[in-house]
């Protein structure tokens, strides 16, 4: 027996509740790797697993938790043996398959990849899917070819845009934060920002086609009306990597201005169903290019009995950096 935060749903109320329970082996789903967790984190869609109405979940009873890093344990593919240390993200685990959550986990081969030397498994999560999302925007940037102006980072108190502003700033570039959070200023540039905006100097619509180019590249959390008028800022030739959309699904523009009129490239950053190449190199950059000295500063524990207070406050914005569930604990 093990502990797990499983999710479980009245059928007359439709209402859901999370606690912390013992599960067994031949409770886990199926998959050629059994993991032995360490750590998980929390993202936004645990806080919408967790919560009230099961958001992403579609079977009962459910184990949140979008990724995790652990010990192989059991493996039926010759990738990986018994001690192997791994982690995995993405690949809707935690939503559709039971995630990590629990003290162990079973999974499908596929969906994992090796932990890269340089990182343990508490600092994979401090990094967790948010910070691979970061690189992957980060890396999606530097093949179009970042100009020279500095670079905008939307959302940039949250964990992706933390992790995006630490990664740009290590590699020398000059990062602006957008953030909400006035009080937020002092940890961003502790990250390596090197100014803070408000996230009102960019919600305002405006009916100019263009503005002044003003960024070489934008890793953008937000998107919505945010995204519009940053999209009228950037360089000639520039791209925006573009991974959420808390802001609202649609933006305001026209589709000669930006993109024609200055060339600039609007790139979807997807961490879910990320080929294994891209997901080894960009563990790899990370394990390189992100300082691990900042990203503790980024880093909150929990437990998972934690956790369904967490999963409301992500949900409300109230979460800082990154939190890593130390799931022994």
């Not at 109320?13 to 409770?27: C, F």
């Not at 990590?100 to 969906?111: E, F, I, L, P, S």
């Amino acid at each position: 027996m093990f502990k797990a935060l499983v999710v479980n749903k009245d059928e007359e109320s439709g209402k859901t509740s999370a606690s912390v329970e013992e599960i067994d082996l031949a409770q886990l789903p199926q998959g050629e790797v059994t993991v032995a967790v360490e750590y998980s984190t929390v993202n936004y869609k645990d806080g919408l697993c967790i919560g009230p109405g099961g958001g992403l979940v579609r079977n009962y009873p459910h184990v949140p938790g979008i990724d995790f890093s652990g010990t192989v344990e059991e493996s039926s593919d010759d990738r990986y043996k018994p001690g192997d240390k791994v982690v995995l993200t993405g690949w809707r685990v935690g939503e559709a398959h039971w995630g990590g959550y629990a003290q162990k986990a079973r999974v499908r081969a596929d969906w994992l990849v090796p932990l890269p030397e340089g990182l343990d498994a508490r600092q994979a999560m401090a990094v967790g899917t948010a910070g691979l999302t970061a690189m992957l925007a980060v890396q999606a940037l530097e093949d179009q070819g970042l100009k020279s102006g500095p670079v905008l980072v939307t959302g940039a108190a949250g964990g992706v845009g933390s992790v995006a502003t630490a990664i740009l700033a290590n590699l020398g570039h000059k990062v602006a934060a957008v953030t909400g959070r006035a009080e937020q200023a002092d940890y961003l540039r502790d990250l390596g920002a090197s100014d803070i905006l408000g996230r009102e100097e960019f919600e305002e619509v405006t009916r100019k086609p263009l503005e002044g180019e003003r960024w070489g590249g934008c890793v953008d959390a937000v998107a919505g009306a945010m995204l519009g008028r940053v999209l009228k800022q950037m360089e000639y030739g520039s791209s925006v990597a573009a991974i959420g959309l808390a802001g609202g699904a649609a933006i305001e523009g026209a589709l000669i201005t930006p993109f024609i009129l200055r060339g600039v490239n609007l790139l979807g950053i997807d961490s879910v169903m990320q080929p294994y190449d891209n997901r080894v190199r960009a563990w790899e950059r990370i394990a390189r290019d992100l300082p691990m000295d900042k990203l503790e500063a980024m880093v909150q524990p929990a437990t998972l009995s934690d956790l369904p207070g967490l999963g409301r406050d992500i949900l409300k914005g109230q979460v800082k950096g990154r939190v890593v569930v130390d799931v022994n604990a």
